[in-house]
């Protein structure tokens, strides 16, 4: 497959489809706006990098951590590929990865057009 002259000029090459594990979501920087790249069940999605609660990096949702005793922790928030969800590392907030709504507050975050070309991911802001 051939890339789409269409995709080069309006979106931005963000990744290689292999840089975003199934399940999990990346940080990137499209002209300095902070985005998170996730890949549910070989889809992917761009929305903002930062939770609408208190500005988390929803790219650490299902995160492990090495603790102070040098063992993992257990991850925390992370991404439900059935519901298409994603929930906040900090205060498990749940937003919709296709609309960037969270439904309880009624608050919301950007989302952005993500399409896949010759094996790399682009994202249109
Ligand atoms: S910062 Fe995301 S739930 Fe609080």
């Avoid at 789409?4 to 489809?17: C, F, G, L, M, R």
């Avoid at 952005?112 to 249109?124: C, H, I, K, L, S």
Wanted: a negative charge; glycine letters at 10%; charged letters at 30%.
């Amino acid at each position: 497959m051939s890339t789409n002259p269409q995709i080069e000029d309006t979106y931005t090459k963000v990744a290689s489809v292999d840089d975003v594990p199934r399940g999990r979501g990346i940080a990137v920087d499209v002209d300095g706006i902070e985005i998170v790249v996730f890949n549910v069940k070989g889809e992917f999605h761009a929305l903002s990098n930062r939770c609408p609660h208190q500005g988390a990096p929803l790219y650490k949702a299902g995160e492990e951590k090495i603790n102070a005793e040098d063992t993992w922790t257990d991850s925390r928030g992370g991404v439900n590929e059935d519901e298409v969800t994603v929930s906040c590392p900090w205060h498990l907030w749940e937003l919709d990865i296709e609309s960037g709504e969270h439904e309880v507050s009624g608050k919301c975050i950007g989302t952005f057009d993500a399409e896949v070309a010759d094996g790399d991911v682009y994202v249109r802001i």
